[in-house]
């Protein structure tokens, strides 16, 4: 029924007027059959409603989630096993489970995301009162957009449905079809990033209203990266060179800390992001990462929930020259009274904590954004430097990683064979990346996603300071609770070969017969 795609519409419109930047253009009553498609505004409000579908209905923030800690190794949950909550975010079969409600909630809000750049992708060639240049780009932005789910989800569930135009029906049989495999989807992604780049300008020639558009740098980047997963080494250099070498002044910014808030909020939109998913602080458009990594009832955060803390091992794998550790850990914060500072092991929960997506002074409730990264310039040199080690260019690769070593304050990597050029530049990716939000997708790809599945289950104790600086020596009593809160045998973590995928939801395939469960669940 066609009226259904314009009560869809209608919603967009509504959850739109709380958005910021370019998410304020929106119709100044209501869209309605009678106006919808006609002209640049329409054009516009439907590209901006599928930019908001990554920040509503549980898409990126959920996804985020269940990458970065579901079945990362670099963190885990203080809750017990019989909590639903430590379910999601376990590194186990049971964090994988076929219902498992942030796997279904992911699974039914990337079809909205797709829907609605279908519907840009279908309905905005066809207006006739438009800047042809702008109509190319809102539908280079769509597809864009669309490219980017459908990476999301080939990663996640392995071959999925590929629907390519709207759906706007509500005949369930027409709803119901058979999953792609993976290459198909792949190839749908690749010809979407390079119809986008024929259209998208350079990110400098967008407007200061227009932070977060898709630019050609955006489809660049993106484009390398699949390749990258592809092991199409020669386009993936092609691909993050031109993001590299572009006019565009992308960068690296001068500290890894420098990405992420540190109390004042200003660290959105830098010179080193080529793609975030765009926030406010008005619910729902805002998030609460930063609340999961926060000490419990620490006094320091806005939530404290402490839902997700460190692993030690991971957290060990750091160097303490590694300008990374301080900008992705959290070993000592301020305590309530403010005249003390309290140490990782003082914790009601011992260990060490995550700093990135925190918001220690509460900035969200000032209205701020508080955006998802979902492509730096750094991870285009990394996939630079990995496609250059694998196509034999191996002088262009230590120059790319050494950039990202050089900006961590580490020396630089030399004299390696191509075997130990490529773990290295895997430990780049995963020191670099980790909780952004492809900790699993980069362990799948490296192939060490069952290989670690036991090695963070031994670990040293760091080092324990005073608030003097003095050296702390733990008792058995503080060992044991440390103990008690990393992943071991008590955990019963099980790791197989299958979930190198996720399961398709039972409530899914209830609804399309069509659908086969993934191997193995």
């Known amino acids: 029924m066609k009226i259904v795609r314009y009560i869809i519409l209608i919603c967009i419109g509504l959850v739109l007027s709380s958005c910021e930047g370019f998410l304020d253009e929106v119709p100044r009553d209501s869209i309605s059959p009678a106006n919808f498609y006609n002209n640049a505004e329409d054009a516009i409000v439907a590209v901006n409603g599928a930019y908001a579908a990554l920040n509503v209905n549980d898409y990126y923030s959920r996804y985020w989630m269940t990458s970065s800690t579901l079945a990362g190794d670099g963190c885990f949950s203080r809750l017990g096993s019989t909590s639903d909550r430590a379910a999601i975010i376990q590194l186990n079969d049971a964090g994988m489970l076929v219902n498992e409600r942030y796997n279904i909630a992911t699974w039914g809000a990337v079809w909205q995301a797709i829907n609605r750049a279908n519907a840009v992708i279908d309905n905005v060639p066809g207006i006739e009162n438009i800047d042809a240049d702008l109509r190319d780009r809102v539908v280079g932005e769509a597809k864009f957009l669309r490219a980017l789910t459908y990476f999301n989800m080939v990663r996640r569930w392995g071959g999925v449905p590929l629907i390519l135009h709207e759906t706007s029906t509500s005949v369930i049989s027409e709803l119901q079809v058979t999953r792609s495999s993976a290459d198909e989807v792949y190839t749908q992604i690749i010809a979407d990033l390079t119809d986008a780049m024929r259209s998208l300008p350079n990110i400098t020639e967008y407007g200061s209203g227009d932070a977060g558009r898709a630019s050609l740098e955006a489809a660049q980047g993106l484009l390398a990266k699949v390749q990258l997963y592809r ?161 034999g260019a191996s002088e262009l690769a230590y120059q790319y990683v050494n950039r990202v070593r050089t900006r961590a304050g580490l020396p630089d990597l030399a004299g390696l064979s191509k075997e130990q050029l490529r773990d290295s530049i895997y430990l780049e990716f995963r020191k670099e990346l980790c909780f952004e939000g492809q900790d699993y997708e980069e362990l799948v790809r490296q192939g060490k996603l069952i290989a670690n599945k036991t090695a963070y289950q031994t670990y040293s104790i760091p080092p324990m300071y005073r608030d003097d600086g003095s050296v702390f020596t733990p008792d058995q009593a503080l060992l044991d609770n440390i103990a008690r809160y990393q992943p071991g045998t008590h955990y019963n973590y099980e790791l197989d070969p299958w979930n190198t995928i996720f399961p398709i939801p039972q409530t899914a395939i209830d609804r399309n017969p069509k659908l086969t469960q993934s191997s193995g669940y």
């Open 231 to 391: 092991k199409d080494w020669a386009n993936a250099k092609m691909n993050a060179e031109a993001v590299i070498n572009s006019p565009s002044g992308l960068d690296l910014m001068p500290d890894p800390a420098d990405n992420w808030w540190t109390g004042n909020g200003d660290r959105d939109n830098n010179i080193e992001s080529i793609f975030e998913v765009q926030y406010t602080g008005i619910s729902p458009q805002g998030h609460q990462l930063g609340n999961n990594y926060e000490p419990n009832n620490s006094g320091y955060g806005p939530g404290q929930w402490g839902t997700i803390i460190g692993s030690i091992w991971w957290f060990n794998q750091f160097t303490n020259d590694d300008k990374r550790k301080p900008a992705t850990w959290l070993t000592e914060y301020p305590a309530p009274s403010g005249d003390s500072t309290i140490q990782w092991h003082e914790n009601r929960y011992p260990a060490p904590h995550i700093n990135k997506y925190r918001d220690p002074f509460n900035k969200i409730a000032d209205g701020m954004a508080y955006n998802i990264k979902v492509l730096r310039f750094a991870d285009v040199l990394l996939v630079a430097a990995e496609a250059c080690n694998e196509s």
